[in-house]
């Protein structure tokens, strides 16, 4: 076949023609590629990367989709479509001559009798466009456009279908200067459309607009009002499609310009209620959609208000699974021994490891709050109303509940179990906002829903995992023989539940208590653990990776009470098992580290035993990775290593040093660690540093005597990331310069100059994580500590947010050494603190019970502050403080009057 291949250079565009030998081999090849048989497809998939090589292959391509009208219509777009893909790839490379013939066939083609050959024509010009061909093609929008006029529905909607995935696609081309006057034609064209008899016209040019609502479009902006005025007449079209994409411009427009629909909200809000029950659910989602937009506007409450009753039982009646879903899910299949298909298998990403929790804004985000059906893949109307009704609980609170419990009641007591699912689901969406007003239901609610963990139906059980895991914050707070102890039994039952789908929701829902529970946990180990490790037995591969989770966060919270030797015999050797079962390369070690990390950090010295092969695997899985990385950079034949094996290795091995302290010595001394360590903390990948920080200040708590001969290269290092650009890396950076500060002491004095600077930036920027400004204030007062006369002179530029970012943290032993520190560069350069000396004593209140040596501290520094200013400037001063604040200075060091009017101290405010 390739030996047939040619262009005919004597010949123009026009004239080309095929070679009759070459079209059969190439329909054949077609009709091949649709075989069943895997060895076929790739010996097809061969034969087509052999012929990208013959410049004319294109040119047979663009003639079976345009011009061979009695083919099958699969086969021509089948070969559309492997056309444009070659245009994704190549289309740079492709001859002058290839790529004007195939432009002039396909607008020769837009208007075939064929809808699939429109479309897939449609499809090859959109991506000859976005490959930056619409400045190359300047007949391209004008020749579409003037297909809109014609009389033939075809070449209308071919055209339309076009234009539809160039706005789709080409948005921001089209904006630029060198398009505007065009897009100015083609707005208000595409609006005089709305009025065109056919439904699918009217569709398209409504889609087409849409494209350049979100980005604000000025041009379309100049338009708004014709645009609304026909977007209005469309609102009761008897066509779906037009009505879907008339509410889809409403939540658009509503979340871009709702000064534009203020003075027809509240029309607009009765409409989309009747649409968001319209009997094409496809319709009825994006109608549902408006009520999570409009919740996040100032305007919400006072708009909705006067219609919550009538909307809440609309958005309840769509919390119903369909009878599609019910079939797509096969809910109550004992499907336990069945393996993930290898198409549901889910890509595992690790989260690098941040020093006091996710960091706000970045990392960690919660998945979708109705998780219960996820294998519903696609974003359906009964996740849309369940998170429209989360999101309108926290608008309107308790005021939800009188149009809402009525209707939560009938269905709870329904014998259909598909009515009781959907009321369970409800009770789910309000927990977060409705939870004062819940709480007096709830002693006869936990009991039903605990009862409910037992029904006969698998899609009730996981719902109701999911369910009582939104109020498990509530059942921590009560005697723990009332609620705790059976909700926990019943859980731990549907942990080891047959279908597939219970075991995923019981994981998670148990995972979510043991987070409340904590330390509560700790007297039902010894029933909890056996039960995760049975599931080890029955997990497939999906919930495997949320039993490890489970299994970390039990870790997390119950501590070193897991350090006992028969939780140990127990737990640890279906994990190691685990260990030794996946290889290197296999990203299912992602989530098996990440647990191993919380389960070393627990067991402290329990997991002695363990320790070396886990730590000498985690070394060669890190030096590995680093070693291909240089490799990569440095020209050789290899591909970029996947660096996540990296950081979730740094991560496990934190996890060891944090976990055996001291009794890692003997670990890091007989290996290259910290000389892997300095490559990483300098890798290009922000994760890589993140996690090499953290392991930086692990070590230097736990053996400093070999972090100490790399502090002059190390400290530079953590200067130069110290940059808010990467939160969490830079979060990182500052804990192990408060680490390494407390270590050397004194000897920390020629490297202030290095990191304060920065510090002391971060620390006075307002949109900075709360978490960051914590560990910075923390480093700040180590470095105080340290080297006071230093830090002192200072003092003023970082006094009043040091002391706003530390008056919330609880008492523990970094904030006791960063006040240590602040009252020892005040004691430095006392004058510097006197304009803010009112948030001083504010973070000094913030204590609950300071050591006695620092509670003395403080005395003397208030003291003193007393004695300089006098006590006629004292007594102005503190008569500024809020009463609370008063009380508490005066309880705890006797320097104040008591305010008369002040009300009983409040240990939690400042």
């Given at each position: 076949l390739a030996r047939e291949f040619f262009f005919c250079h004597s010949m123009t565009n026009l004239d080309w023609q095929p070679d009759a030998n070459g079209v059969e081999q190439i329909l054949q090849l077609l009709k091949d590629s649709q075989s069943p048989d895997t060895t076929v497809q790739r010996a097809v998939q061969q034969r087509l990367e052999q012929l990208n090589h013959f410049p004319d292959f294109n040119n047979y391509l663009i003639y079976v989709l345009t011009k061979l009208k009695g083919e099958d219509e699969p086969t021509r777009s089948l070969s559309g479509l492997i056309l444009k893909n070659n245009v994704k790839?190549?289309?740079?490379?492709?001859?002058?001559?290839?790529?004007?013939?195939?432009?002039?066939?396909?607008?020769?083609?837009?208007?075939?009798?064929?809808?699939?050959?429109?479309?897939?024509?449609?499809i090859l010009i959109t991506t000859i466009a976005s490959r930056g061909e619409i400045y190359n093609w300047p007949e391209l929008l004008p020749t579409l456009c003037q297909m809109l006029d014609s009389p033939e529905f075809e070449v209308c909607e071919g055209a339309f279908g076009a234009l539809q995935k160039i706005c789709e696609d080409s948005t921001d081309i089209l904006e630029t200067d060198r398009m505007r006057s065009l897009l100015n034609e083609m707005i208000p064209k595409f609006i005089r459309f709305f009025n065109h008899e056919h439904p699918k016209i009217r569709s398209h040019a409504l889609?087409?607009?849409?494209?350049?609502?979100?980005?604000?479009?000025?041009?379309?902006?100049?338009?708004?009002?014709?645009?609304?005025?026909?977007?209005?007449?469309?609102?009761?079209?008897?066509?779906?499609?037009?009505?879907?994409n008339v509410c889809r411009a409403l939540v658009m427009l509503l979340e871009v310009k709702l000064d534009k629909l203020m003075p027809h909200l509240n029309q607009i809000v009765k409409y989309m209620m009747e649409r968001t029950k319209d009997p094409d659910e496809s319709v009825a989602l994006e109608a549902c959609?408006?009520?999570?937009?409009?919740?996040?506007?100032?305007?919400?409450?006072?708009?909705?208000?006067?219609?919550?009753?009538?909307?809440?039982?609309?958005?309840?009646?769509?919390?119903?699974?369909?009878e599609v879903d019910v079939i797509l899910l096969k809910g109550d299949l004992d499907d336990e021994a069945e393996p993930d298909l290898e198409k549901d298998i889910r890509p595992r990403f690790h989260h690098a490891k941040t020093h006091g929790g996710s960091i706000d804004g970045e990392g960690d985000v919660s998945g979708d709050e109705d998780e219960d059906d996820e294998d519903l893949s696609n974003w359906n109307l009964r996740k849309c109303s369940a998170a429209a009704l989360d999101v309108l609980s926290n608008v309107f609170h308790e005021d939800l509940l009188p149009p809402l419990l009525p209707l939560l009641k009938d269905k709870l007591v329904q014998a259909e179990w598909e009515e009781q699912e959907a009321g369970i689901l409800v009770l789910g969406a309000i927990a977060e906002g409705c939870m004062s007003g819940m709480v007096p239901h709830l002693p006869e609610l936990i009991p039903f829903l605990i009862k409910a963990l037992g029904a006969k139906k698998a899609l009730v059980r996981s719902i109701t995992c999911w369910t009582l895991s939104r109020y498990a914050h509530w059942v921590i707070t009560q005697p723990h023989e009332m609620y705790l102890q059976p909700m926990m039994s019943e859980l731990l039952k549907c942990i080891l539940d047959a279908n597939k789908k219970v075991q995923k929701a019981a994981c998670s829902s148990f995972a979510t208590l043991e987070e409340e529970a904590r330390t509560e946990l700790v007297p039902y180990l010894n029933y909890i653990?056996?039960?995760?490790?049975?599931?080890?037995?029955?997990?497939?591969?999906?919930?495997?990776?949320?039993?490890?989770?489970?299994?970390?966060?039990?870790?997390?919270?119950?501590?070193?009470?897991?350090?006992?030797?028969?939780?140990?015999?127990?737990?640890?050797?279906?994990?190691?098992?685990?260990?030794?079962?996946?290889?290197?390369?296999?990203?299912?070690?992602?989530?098996?580290?990440?647990?191993?990390?919380?389960?070393?950090?627990?067991?402290?010295?329990?997991?002695?035993?363990?320790?070396?092969?886990?730590?000498?695997?985690?070394?060669?899985?890190?030096?590995?990775?680093?070693?291909?990385?240089?490799?990569?950079?440095?020209?050789?034949?290899?591909?970029?290593?996947?660096?996540?094996?990296?950081?979730?290795?740094?991560?496990?091995?934190?996890?060891?040093?944090?976990?055996?302290?001291?009794?890692?010595?003997?670990?890091v001394v007989q290996s290259n660690l910290m000389s892997l360590l300095f490559v990483c903390m300098k890798d290009s990948l922000p994760e890589v540093r993140q996690s090499s920080f953290a392991l930086l200040g692990d070590l230097t708590k736990a053996t400093f005597n070999h972090v100490q001969p790399n502090i002059p290269d190390i400290m530079p290092i953590l200067g130069s990331n110290l940059q808010p650009e990467y939160i969490s890396v830079c979060n990182n950076a500052t804990w192990a310069i408060g680490e390494l500060s407390m270590q050397l002491g004194a000897q920390m004095q020629p490297y202030i100059h290095i990191v304060l600077p920065q510090l002391i930036t971060i620390i006075n920027t307002p949109t900075i994580p709360k978490t960051l400004l914590e560990n910075t204030a923390i480093t700040i007062g180590r470095l105080g500590f340290v080297c006071p006369v230093e830090v002192a002179p200072s003092i003023s530029y970082f006094i009043r947010p040091w002391c706003t970012s530390l008056r919330q943290i609880r008492d523990n032993e970094e904030k006791d050494s960063a006040f240590r520190g602040i009252c020892a560069i005040i004691t430095a350069n006392p004058t510097g603190v006197l304009q803010d000396f009112i948030f001083f004593c504010d973070a000094v209140a913030s204590w609950y019970n300071p050591k006695p040596d620092l509670k003395e501290m403080f005395y003397r520094i208030l003291v003193g502050f007393k004695s300089q200013v006098g006590e006629e400037n004292w007594r102005r001063f503190t008569d500024q403080f809020p009463p609370p604040l008063r009380e508490r200075l005066h309880t705890h060091y006797g320097i104040l009057e008591k305010s008369p009017s002040a009300p009983p101290a409040d240990p939690s405010t400042g």
């Open positions: 790839a190549h289309y740079h490379q492709f001859p002058a001559e290839v790529t004007k013939f195939i432009k002039q066939e396909c607008l020769q083609c837009i208007g075939d009798k064929s809808a699939l050959i429109r479309a897939t024509v449609g889609q087409c607009i849409n494209q350049f609502i979100f980005c604000q479009s000025d041009i379309l902006m100049n338009y708004m009002e014709d645009f609304l005025t026909n977007l209005f007449q469309l609102a009761t079209d008897t066509h779906s499609d037009v009505r879907k959609e408006f009520w999570l937009t409009l919740a996040e506007q100032a305007v919400c409450s006072e708009v909705l208000h006067p219609y919550i009753t009538e909307l809440v039982p609309i958005l309840v009646k769509g919390m119903r699974y369909s653990l056996p039960t995760l490790v049975l599931a080890f037995k029955k997990y497939q591969h999906n919930n495997l990776m949320l039993l490890y989770d489970a299994i970390g966060t039990l870790a997390d919270g119950v501590g070193n009470h897991l350090n006992k030797p028969d939780y140990i015999e127990l737990l640890m050797p279906p994990l190691i098992e685990r260990w030794n079962s996946l290889t290197d390369d296999d990203r299912a070690l992602f989530p098996l580290l990440e647990c191993l990390s919380s389960v070393a950090t627990a067991l402290q010295s329990g997991f002695v035993p363990y320790a070396e092969p886990v730590f000498c695997r985690c070394l060669g899985l890190v030096q590995k990775t680093m070693q291909m990385s240089i490799a990569a950079q440095q020209g050789n034949d290899v591909e970029q290593p996947d660096k996540d094996f990296t950081v979730v290795a740094i991560d496990l091995m934190s996890g060891i040093v944090e976990g055996l302290g001291p009794n890692v010595e003997s670990l």
